[in-house]
């Protein structure tokens, strides 16, 4: 068993695409290899474009596994195809969960599927685990929860009418996938308050708050106010791309900057919405998708002020790098955002109303030594608070106590954390 005085045997596991929750499993594994000997379990499908589990892993183990790509206009031998693939993906988690079982590893870190969620690797594990769920599935949560559709085309009508009942029955059982592998885990971490709450009205489970982290050595602070706003995620319509140009549509147009949108990952058809959208509004906008680390940190040390509209966001990482960055921020006050930035001390926070978001970042705008004031104290409350050594320690008392075969605490851990912060 391992105890708190030396150094684990971990196994990592994940299949993500490109983005934040890739980003902020790389950035753990960096920190905890320092201490402990990790192995890399995950798919061929996993995105490692700009993230690499080399860079702190021993042995990196790939299974092959791809989703086969849909035909168009094929639909029942699509929905076929699907049940084919979630049954090979079942297998490819099982061999995983005996692979890990025979190597002798003290605990897991169990990060998220691309195509499950909650990895089914979770219910076939006799190793502890640690499942760190960074938010549910947001199609099967609650209306209040999820975000409206976004634009379609011709085609996904269609898909959408002819697959209805295979889908009734597909989602269904990915519903029930998920909730037994979360069921399974010995331990569940999170990223905010906010998704704890998700997870226990979802799930049924308690959810152990471990705040992310960010690395300030990536993002150094600008020297001088930039001339565009930024926004940063992925291009998909839960981001909140469109309520963003409509706010800086309804600013001035002396003081209305252009917009620009960098993201992991590029939906077509919301990326020629936003485009359509920003050129009826008057909004000088530019996407830009798929960049790399230092790309991203040189759109940060560029940009004049960082705005964030996403829906119900569970942590917000690109709003903490952008405090990273020195940037003032001007976010929508719902989801984990809220518990990053301070309203009026290292950002501002408004509702989601397109006229009083326009206001509070006509502000900010309008009175350069209060943004600035706001970048200052927001990067030094990240350097200060929000840093990923701590973020590792979170995880790491977490692996070590169900190592030792006990849960990890629960409780008021999330609330003791938040007081220390704020």
């Excluded at 684990?8 to 993500?16: D, S, Y």
């Excluded at 998220?112 to 949560?141: K, N, W």
Aim: glycine share 6%; aromatic share 8%.
């Amino acid at each position: 068993m391992a105890t708190r005085s030396r150094a684990m045997r971990l196994a990592f596991v994940h299949n993500h695409p490109s983005g934040g929750a890739a980003r902020a499993v790389h950035a753990l594994g960096l920190q905890l290899a320092r201490r402990h000997e990790i192995d890399v379990f995950t798919l061929s499908s996993s995105d490692e474009t700009f993230v690499s589990s080399a860079d702190y892993a021993r042995v990196t183990h790939v299974a092959p596994f791809r989703l086969r790509p849909a035909r168009r206009f094929m639909f029942y031998v699509n929905d076929m195809q699907r049940y084919r693939d979630l049954g090979a993906l079942e297998a490819a988690y099982g061999d995983m969960a005996r692979e890990i079982d025979g190597g002798g590893y003290d605990a897991v870190l169990v990060s998220a599927c691309r195509y499950l969620q909650a990895p089914s690797v979770l219910a076939d594990l006799h190793t502890p685990a640690a499942y760190y769920c960074h938010e549910p599935p947001r199609r099967f949560l609650p209306p209040e929860w999820r975000t409206a559709g976004g634009p379609i085309g011709r085609y996904e009508r269609m898909r959408a009418f002819w697959h209805g009942p295979a889908d009734v029955i597909i989602d269904r059982t990915l519903r029930e996938r998920d909730h037994r592998n979360v069921a399974a885990a010995d331990v569940v971490l999170t990223n905010s308050r906010f998704t704890a709450s998700l997870i226990a009205s979802y799930y049924q489970r308690e959810a152990r708050v471990c705040y992310l982290g960010v690395d300030t050595a990536r993002a150094p602070a600008a020297e001088r106010p930039g001339e565009y706003a930024l926004s940063v995620g992925a291009i998909e319509h839960h981001k909140g791309f469109d309520f963003v140009v409509e706010a800086i549509a309804a600013l001035k147009r002396d003081i209305r900057p252009p917009l620009l949108i960098v993201g992991n990952a590029a939906n077509p058809a919301v990326r020629d919405h936003l485009q359509r959208l920003a050129q009826e509004r008057g909004v000088r906008l530019t996407i830009r998708s798929v960049v790399s680390d230092d790309e991203l940190a040189a759109a940060y040390a560029g940009a004049r002020v960082f705005v964030y509209a996403p829906h119900h966001e569970p942590f917000g990482l690109a709003a903490l790098e952008a405090m990273a960055a020195g940037l003032p921020v001007v976010a929508v006050a719902e989801g984990g955002v809220t518990e990053i930035v301070v309203d009026g001390v290292t950002g501002v926070t408004a509702p989601r109303d397109a006229s009083r978001f326009a206001d509070a970042l006509a502000r900010v705008l309008s009175e350069p030594d209060w943004a600035r004031e706001l970048g200052s104290a927001a990067r030094r409350r990240v350097e200060a608070d929000w840093r990923w050594d701590a973020a590792a320690e979170r995880i790491e008392d977490a692996l070590f106590s169900i190592a030792r075969g006990r849960s990890a605490p629960n409780g008021d851990a999330a609330e003791a954390v938040t007081a220390a912060m704020r």
